[in-house]
């Protein structure tokens, strides 16, 4: 009797797997529903890496969110500023001290957070909504559209992002937040698009899409079902580092005077108030500055943490 | 001995030859019978997410000068993990050895310096991959690439180590060497990059070759040629060979002798017509009932049952003891040692070793 | 034998070369599938042989319509489905299904095998309606052989040969009557390998299907195979029973093809001839003239390079051997000792 039906049970699970792959092997797989996604939480969960860094991206977004926990001051209001506190230093009740006009740093600092984050998320999402839809379509279509569109984005590739900035900034002369992130968009968005389009192409060849087509499937459930599943981990890892390149870029454009304007509240321009009186104020420009690092710092961490969980060849 | 070819250098200068000397291994003592390579109670594992993976548990085998050890195993086997070890290209991290001796002419490479270690790599024992495309380096023609290790090893002029490269190339029967000598590895197809791979181990004259998989990437017209030639070098040069495969029939060809890997361990050892006639462990006699024959339409396929276990958790006592036929009690808690088998008269079978309880039965039944 | 299901009528596939940057012209076609014509009974193996390059995985993708055929024509059950497509090409897919060789790759590692198997259904609602579709993914895991409490589990916790039973599954799911099985179980494991064919038999048996086997294994496609056609650079160039292509080759390449293979059994190695091919494989960009197969032939004369031969029965043979060959200079030879 050779009939091969039944003689496969689950105690044994892939050697080539344990070994050949180095690292899912001969697991128990009842206990736990193991989708490539539960796997990178699995791992990020024991990263120390994503631990901090989603800590810290979790404490910034909660001063942005809600900066009445933090601080029972209002920097708007008035009576806020008292230029006769000018520059001191910091003290128990003041952590950060005053800047030049009598304002508490550590106030200003706190709401300030509302406007990075703004401009972080708001442009990390118009860049994976406009950069991951026409990469998407250039990988998909192909021949003329991807043609025309791969040289569109070369223009745009070819203007770095600051200085791109800084001349559309300082020629519209409207800096907000909202104007900011739509500029820091317009010439962001290549990156992904490129990423998006060798992402789909890398995918559209895989045979589980050919298996797809043999079955009959139509295009929109080949890309929602087969490609774009497989295509947006690379887009995630780049995003999440690009939110802190983001926020340290409104910083920059803040700090030339052509980003978020006063009497709004940025760290870009609280370094740039700073910087004249660094030598006998140093604690001015040190608070903004450093929460600035912490938090782009923060995003890259993520961003490698989450690199290293979503990495195929560890699987 | 056919000697002629020895570059001149190799006897003078030269950092490293202080340790090629140590090991007293010239050319001229490559008698066939001279023991070469003799692994002892090998164990390597790898730290993986999910635990321990034990690749291999306890591997001994020995190959001569002008011998050819065949190493039968299917993936996850350990075949290809012990190879590493030898060669000492093994990743460490994750993997590490964790007991045994790998003796090369009675020195263990284990407990060398990693300079002399090195010194032995390449230039004693060589080894062949199984995708030659990816070995060789796209961007430097194929003549540079055979030439360098003349340059880089015995300061050989330019002009000189093309004029090796391209003896090397025709001693691997590629035609047209010398007009061939400067295209780059993607002008050649499959079959002639694998020769290339070969020419390249043979570059240094080797005593010992360990070829992992080396036809398996190639069609079986080409896969003929190769075997072919490996083995005429052989005849030629009286090294030692080691064929990793996880093909049967490859290794009825040219090998003379086998060691059937299970799970990290030998499982059979046995000179290579006597294996094939009847094998002493469940799982040879499995496999070879296994593969469908070319010259007969035969009728229902036998097929091992289950898979191949997992690294992690190695089944207790045998560890074939979940898919074999034969299966006792206890199989299930005693490790069968591997041990000489014996023919029907109690006569010592020689070069025959099984690590079945049941060997009897399996050799006789 | 019974009808014919699947008939190829001279079956062409050139994939166009292109040079120029702005404007692309074609300068040249590889021409992977040339002019070949077969048919696939009803309730047959039919097996494809041949060496990379040859053409037999085009050839299946062409079969399958996921490459527009050039030209000639492929008949389903009497109608063309070249130039099928929308609704027309659907339901031919429901019919002709496919199982392919790297059982890594052919699985979306994002999807749970219930979603595998299961998604034929939600393609063509009509084979099983909503309510019955976990059922009918736990019965078809239970057909290949898993244990249908996997439904939840994803391929990367399966091995090659559980993931390449998952792949059979799905192929088997609309029900169709062809299946296109693309070098199966090449990537599996020797030990597991025979599981697989075993089912793939046992599947035939239940089902009915008739199956075209592409693979290289001469052994495996002779154990598995009723029919056996040879393919070189894009031709077929012998086709036969599976008892005239290995014990009567007539073809020359055939001949190579099956003397070249390394027969685990050193006692009967002296019994064979070895014929060792010399040179490479010509280019499918610009194939030989007349036999493609001259430039490597031992038997090659002046008129294999102005004549190109016809895959027709030799005059010479006769009785049980008689079968397709196209070589001026067919005759039986016998490589591998049996007959």
């Not at chain 2, 590490?96 to 790998?102: L, N, W």
């Not at chain 2, 180590?161 to 001693?171: C, G, N, S, T, W």
């Not at chain 3, 994002?110 to 009509?126: L, S, W």
Request: proline share 6%; hydrophobic share 45%.
């Amino acid at each position: 009797m050779s009939e091969p039906t039944n003689t496969l049970d689950g105690k044994a699970a892939s050697a080539e797997g344990a070994l050949a792959k180095g690292a899912k092997g001969g697991k128990d797989a009842k206990e736990r529903v193991a989708s490539l996604w539960t796997d990178a939480w699995y791992d990020l969960r024991r990263n120390p890496l994503f631990i901090i860094g989603g800590l810290l991206v979790l404490f910034m977004v909660a001063l942005a969110v809600a900066p009445q926990l933090f601080t029972d001051k209002d920097p708007n209001s008035a009576g806020f500023c008292e230029l006769a506190s000018s520059l001191k230093r910091p003290s128990a009740d003041h952590w950060f001290g005053f800047d030049v006009q009598g304002c508490d740093i550590y106030t200003r600092t706190v709401w300030g957070a509302r406007n990075s984050i703004i401009v972080g998320i708001l442009t990390t999402s118009l860049v994976v909504l406009v950069g991951g839809t026409l990469g998407l379509l250039a990988g998909w279509l192909t021949g003329f559209w991807d043609s025309l569109l791969s040289r569109v984005t070369e223009i745009f590739f070819a203007i770095p992002l600051l200085l791109g900035g800084m001349l559309i900034m300082s020629t519209w002369q409207k800096g907000n937040a909202w104007t900011v992130s739509a500029v820091m968009a317009v010439l962001g968005w290549p990156q992904i698009y490129r990423l998006m389009r060798s992402a789909v192409i890398s995918n559209k060849h895989n045979d589980y899409v050919v298996a797809a087509r043999a079955l009959g499937a139509g295009t929109r459930r080949i890309v929602t079902r087969h490609i774009l599943p497989n295509a947006v981990a690379p887009v995630i890892v780049v995003s999440t580092i690009n939110l802190g390149v983001y926020i340290g870029a409104e910083a920059a454009l803040s700090y030339l005077g052509i980003g978020i304007q006063s009497p709004a509240i940025s760290w870009g321009l609280m370094i740039s108030d700073a910087q004249s009186r660094f030598l006998n104020a140093p604690h001015v420009l040190l608070f903004p500055a450093a929460v600035l690092s912490i938090t782009v710092l923060a995003f890259i961490m993520l961003g490698d943490a989450v690199r290293d969980a979503l990495d195929p060849k560890l699987r | 001995m056919t000697d002629t070819t020895k570059p001149s250098g190799a006897r003078d200068g030269g950092p490293r030859l202080d340790a090629v000397e140590l090991l007293g291994a010239r050319r001229e003592n490559l008698v066939p019978g001279t023991p070469l390579l003799e692994v002892d109670d090998l164990h390597v594992e790898f730290a993986t997410r999910d635990g321990i993976a034990k690749a291999v548990n306890g591997v001994s085998y020995s190959v001569s000068a002008g011998e050819t050890l065949a190493v039968l195993g299917e993936s996850g086997s350990g075949k290809s993990v012990t190879a590493q070890a030898i060669m000492g290209i093994l990743d460490m991290p994750p993997g590490r050895i964790t007991a045994g001796k790998i003796l090369f002419r009675g020195q263990d490479l284990l407990r060398m310096s990693s300079k002399a270690r090195r010194a032995v790599r390449g230039r004693k024992i060589a080894m062949i991959f199984q995708d030659a495309l990816s070995s060789l380096n796209p961007v430097l023609s194929v003549g540079f690439q055979l030439g360098e290790m003349f340059r880089a090893h015995h300061g050989t002029s330019r002009k000189e180590a093309k004029d090796k490269a391209i003896e090397l190339m025709e001693r691997v029967r590629i035609p047209a060497a010398r007009q061939r000598v400067n295209d780059f590895p993607h002008q050649f197809s499959g079959g002639m990059r694998q020769r290339i791979m070969i020419a390249m181990a043979l570059s240094m004259e080797p005593d010992l070759i360990i070829a992992d998989e080396p036809t398996t990437a190639l069609d079986v017209t080409v896969q003929a040629q190769v075997m072919d030639l490996l083995a005429e070098l052989q005849a030629e040069f009286h090294m030692g060979l080691i064929l990793i495969t996880h093909d049967l029939g490859v290794v009825a060809d040219v090998a003379d002798k086998i060691a059937v890997m299970y799970a990290g361990r030998i499982v059979e050892t046995s000179p290579v017509h006597e294996l094939y006639a009847r094998p002493a462990h469940p799982y040879t006699k499995g496999l070879l009932n296994s593969i469908p024959r070319l010259d007969q339409k035969g009728q229902n396929l036998y097929a091992i049952q289950g898979l191949p276990p997992s690294l992690l958790k190695i089944p207790t006592g045998c560890a074939f003891n979940p898919r074999c036929d034969r299966t006792q009690d206890r199989c299930l808690v005693e490790l069968p040692p591997l041990v000489p088998v014996l023919d029907a008269e109690g006569a010592d079978l020689p070069g025959r070793h099984s690590a079945c309880h049941f060997w009897k039965e399996t050799l006789h039944g | 034998m019974a009808e014919p299901i699947l008939e190829v009528r001279d079956l062409v596939k050139y994939y166009p070369l292109t040079q120029g940057i702005l404007f692309k012209r074609q300068v040249g076609a590889v021409k992977a599938v040339d002019g070949i014509s077969f048919e696939l009974m009803k309730g047959e193996t039919l097996g494809i042989v041949g060496e990379s390059g040859c053409g037999k995985s085009t050839l299946a993708k062409v079969l399958m319509n996921l490459e527009r055929a050039t030209s000639g024509e492929v008949r389903f059950k009497g109608q063309d489905i070249t130039r099928l497509s929308g609704a027309g090409l659907k339901s031919v897919r429901r019919n002709i299904q496919m199982v392919f060789q790297d059982p890594y790759t052919s699985l979306n590692p994002r999807m749970t095998v219930g979603d595998i198997i299961g998604e034929p259904f939600e393609i063509h609602p009509e084979v099983a309606p909503k309510g019955d579709r976990r059922k009918a993914v736990q019965d078809l895991l239970d057909v290949v052989g898993l244990n249908p409490e996997y439904i939840n589990r994803y391929p990367h916790q399966f091995s090659g040969g559980q993931r390449q039973r998952i792949g059979i599954a799905r192929g088997l799911a609309l029900k169709p009557e062809v299946i296109i099985c693309d070098e199966p179980v090449s990537a599996l494991d020797v030990s597991v390998q025979a599981q697989v064919i075993n089912l793939l038999e046992q599947l035939q048996g239940e089902f009915g299907l008739s199956y075209m086997f592409i693979a290289h294994d001469l052994s495996i496609v002779r154990h598995i195979s009723d029919r056996v056609g040879v393919m070189y650079l894009g031709k077929m160039v012998e086709i036969g029973t599976e008892e005239q292509i290995y014990s009567y080759p007539t073809h020359p390449y055939t001949q190579a093809l099956l003397s070249a293979v390394p027969v685990p059994d050193p006692t009967g190695r002296e019994r064979r001839e070895r014929i060792l091919l010399s040179g490479d494989l010509p280019s499918p960009a610009n194939p030989p003239s007349g036999c493609r197969f001259r430039t490597r032939c031992w038997k090659a004369q002046e008129r294999c390079s102005v004549e190109v031969p016809l895959l027709a029965v030799p005059e010479l043979l006769e009785g049980p051997a008689a079968h397709r060959s196209a070589c001026h200079f067919a005759e039986v030879r016998d490589v591998i000792g049996t007959a």
